[in-house]
């Protein structure tokens, strides 16, 4: 299921990645989605119109966001001395990658803000791992830390592959060694 949704999200980041281009007009081209919650659309909600830029600033903000609070987490309810080296490590590239993205959103004509508020399977993820501790934590943690850094290198590529604003694409770009590391730490850490 894991694996469908990461697929999903990937095909969602590339598709709206071409939603910003510019049509003949002059004027941007926007997409509009049904509102979500838990991962279904609700008839009858006010949709959402986003440019491909403002989707991707969305997504990796909601990534950094999700890193950073599972990681504090992590301090808190892990017991391997590996899963609190880990959560430290992401805590500050995370703050990092964050600061990056608004500087390269900031950019953008006109200029975006990210807004890193969690999806649903995001916020339903942080609250299960809110609910163990010791060994239980550090086996979830370390299984949402390789299954979200494998989304979010997912849709960095499509991002910096086909994006629509030149800002975004150096700072997709830039961040796909990072986050192929940090996944490769997650996948190998020993707890």
């Keep these: ?17 071409g939603c910003g281009r510019s049509n003949e007009a002059g004027q941007a081209n926007t997409m509009t989605t049904n509102t979500e919650v838990d991962g279904n659309n609700v008839p009858g909600t006010p949709s959402v119109t986003a440019s491909g830029a403002q989707s991707f600033a969305n997504v990796a903000a909601a990534s950094d966001a999700f890193e950073i609070e599972t990681s504090r ?15 430290n490590k992401m805590i500050e590239a995370h703050t990092t990658s964050t600061a990056k993205l608004k500087t390269a959103a900031a950019g953008v004509t006109p200029a975006i803000t990210p807004d890193p508020a969690l999806n649903a399977e995001q916020q339903q993820k942080l609250d299960q791992l809110k609910t163990l501790n010791g060994a239980a934590f550090d086996q979830a943690y370390k299984t949402e830390q ?10 960095l590529k499509a991002y910096a592959a ?10 997709a770009s830039e961040m796909i060694p990072i986050v192929t590391a940090h996944l490769n730490m997650a996948k190998t850490m020993k707890i």
């Design 73 to 87: 987490l992590a301090l808190a309810n892990g017991a391997s001395a590996a899963v609190k080296s880990y959560a």
């Design 162 to 171: 086909t994006g629509d604003a030149p800002q975004l694409k150096t700072f």
């Design 1 to 17: 299921m894991t694996f469908r949704k990461t697929i999903i999200t990937a095909a969602a980041v590339v598709a709206l990645a």
């Design 146 to 155: 390789a299954a979200g850094h494998q989304q979010t290198l997912d849709a």
